[in-house]
């Protein structure tokens, strides 16, 4: 296993717990199950693609769900191409909220941020490394403030 797996693992098996909670409870041999089920059916060239990951958990979730019109699932990827901007991040970000805000259990899957911050064949430095921190807490409070309160907003940077 390479040391980037361990971290895309917790982070899929985050996104099943989240979506399926209701069906698993804290039952993590069954969320490794589900997350390895979906992870068998992805075709081979899209098996390290988070958003096909997404798709097929959500597609699976939805199929399941007792109230589908209470959640939602919303994917905001930050584009590497332009480098990191935290008004792009912010713009992003207030999109998929205003998708998700009428649902009482929103999801927001944050994609693409640590590539964005330090992209392929730059090395990670104390300096990125801080700017990630401050862009996962910066994430974080401007969900937490624009959220409805009766909502139950699952944020998960993957």
């Not at 895309?8 to 989240?18: E, G, M, R, T, V």
């Not at 699932?73 to 590497?80: K, N, S, W």
């Not at 941020?113 to 700017?131: D, F, M, N, V």
Request: proline share 4%; net charge positive.
């Amino acid at each position: 296993m390479k040391r980037g797996d361990s971290h895309q693992d917790f982070s899929k098996l985050q996104i099943i717990c989240a979506l399926f909670a209701d069906n698993i409870s804290s039952d993590l041999y069954f969320a490794r199950q589900i997350k390895e089920s979906i992870e068998a059916a992805l075709p081979e060239t899209q098996k390290d693609s988070p958003a096909a990951f997404l798709e097929a958990a959500k597609m699976l979730a939805e199929r399941s769900a007792r109230n589908p019109e209470q959640s939602v699932i919303d994917l905001v990827i930050v584009p590497d191409d332009q480098g990191y901007s935290e008004l792009a991040l912010r713009a992003r970000l207030l999109e998929a909220l205003k998708r998700t805000c009428r649902f009482e259990r929103p999801m927001l899957i944050l994609t693409g941020l640590k590539e964005a911050i330090c992209p392929k064949g730059k090395r990670w430095t104390a300096r990125r490394k801080l700017e990630y921190q401050n862009a996962v807490a910066y994430c974080r409070a401007f969900c937490k403030t624009r959220v409805r309160p009766s909502s139950s907003l699952n944020l998960i940077i993957f």
